[in-house]
């Protein structure tokens, strides 16, 4: 099975920006839909934004349109997502999820990969 891992969270100030990074290994994402999901201590995972990577296709949560971006590198096997104009609100654990399909879907239980998360935190 592909395992997903993480990187590029950190500490950052309101109106800054942060890049994160998705590395795949063990398989590829040939036949599948990679997603960012955010979690904040006491809520729901919810969901950031999701790249089918056969279609290319994207899709974005309504709290981060405008301000993420979602993309991804072939040949690196990488998914990333770029993050500007941070709030305090963005503040999380940020998870990378997969799941085989070339169909954007937003629920955490369509996908049933995922990497260990990385920090994400906004000051004020």
């Known amino acids: 099975q592909v395992q997903l891992a993480e990187s590029g969270g950190g500490l950052v100030q309101a109106g800054g920006s942060l890049r994160l990074s998705c590395a795949a290994s063990?398989?590829?994402?040939?036949?599948?839909?990679t997603a960012w999901f955010r979690q904040a201590p006491g809520k729901e995972r919810e969901f950031v934004a999701a790249v089918s990577w056969r279609v290319g296709s994207t899709y974005y949560g309504d709290s981060v349109k405008g301000r993420f971006t979602i993309s991804r590198d072939n040949a690196k096997i990488t998914m990333y997502l770029q993050m500007n104009n941070l709030k305090p609100e963005d503040t999380a654990v940020y998870y990378c999820?997969?799941?085989?399909?070339?169909?954007?879907?937003?629920?955490?239980?369509?996908?049933?990969?995922w990497g260990q998360g990385t920090q994400v935190t906004v000051s004020s």
């Open positions: 063990g398989g590829t994402f040939s036949n599948y839909v």
């Open positions: 999820a997969g799941r085989i399909g070339t169909v954007v879907v937003t629920g955490p239980s369509d996908y049933n990969n």
